[in-house]
């Protein structure tokens, strides 16, 4: 996933976080961005789908720990740094590397390694072939590779052409439903055996940009639903969004508190192993500006139901003491 242009994009700055944001906050703050900028809520604003773009690339490393962590090491390392043969006042690859190898130089597995990191992003690392038996020929090489989906892409399935070091274009048929850091071996398709042997293999892992609105799990989707105090109350049927369909109604009982799931059938993810269902959760809404008579129609309620909703859970802490 990593790419030489790391060490030029500052995630963090793209979503406005800092170096030590928390998991929780990442989330939330990406995901009120991609509202923002999401492309449906901005037709025909090619820079709101610019900054959709890299809000979502953003998010993407810094939402996986793995990458994560890899990112902050090629920001740290590539930090002031510039590439020469040496000398010239430049800081050459002995200093960029110092460390990586034996002895405080960086060895030439050491250098394919970090490079391999730096510039995986549809460029591939490649690993020694093994022996398949005392006597018997060497299997080719692994390559490794990384490939980027959008959400809808990953659910759905697709056709992806890579590039490879030595020139050839491979077509990668992705299964419908592939998960976030899921691997796809292709048998054949890596380095050619020296020796007559069996050819390696080519091994690409997927990564998913996050959706804006559906979260994955497993086969299932989930989604936040908000509903109005009233309709929570009093009962309503509500609209509810499905991925890349139109929407389905789901009726919410009278008395639906927060957090309670609606589970919609089919409409989840489909694998070959199935299909999920669609978890819709719901969250009552509080409105931020009330006008004056909503007000009164508040304090006026209040007065008809003065009992308190927490007088159990205070009850439950005494007898507990």
Known sequence: MASQDWFEKDFY???????????????KTYRKLARQHHPDNNAGDAAAESRFKEISEAYSVLSDKALR???????????????????????GFEDIFRGFGR????????????????FGGGRFGQTSGGFTGFGGPTKGGDITANTTLDFLTAI???TVSLKMADGREVKVKIPAGVADGQKIRLKGKGQQSPDGGEAGDLVITVAVRPHPVFEREGVNLRVDVPVTFVEAALGATIEVPTLGGEPVRLKV????????????????????????????????????NLSTPAIDALETYAKLSPENPRDELLARARAGR
């Open 69 to 91: 962590e890899e990112y902050d090491q090629i920001r740290a390392m590539g930090s002031g740094a510039r590439f020469s043969s040496g000398g010239g006042g430049s800081q």
């Open 156 to 158: 759905r399935g697709d």
């Open 103 to 118: 002895g405080g130089r960086a060895s030439a597995n050491d250098f394919d390694d970090l490079v391999g990191n730096l």
């Open 253 to 288: 009982a009278a008395g639906t508190p927060s957090g309670r799931v609606l589970r919609v059938k089919g409409k989840g993810i489909t694998t070959a192993k199935g299909t999920g269902d669609l978890l819709a959760e719901v969250v009552i809404a509080v409105p931020d």
């Open 13 to 27: 700055a793209v979503l406005g976080v800092s170096k030590d944001v928390s998991e929780a906050d990442l989330k």
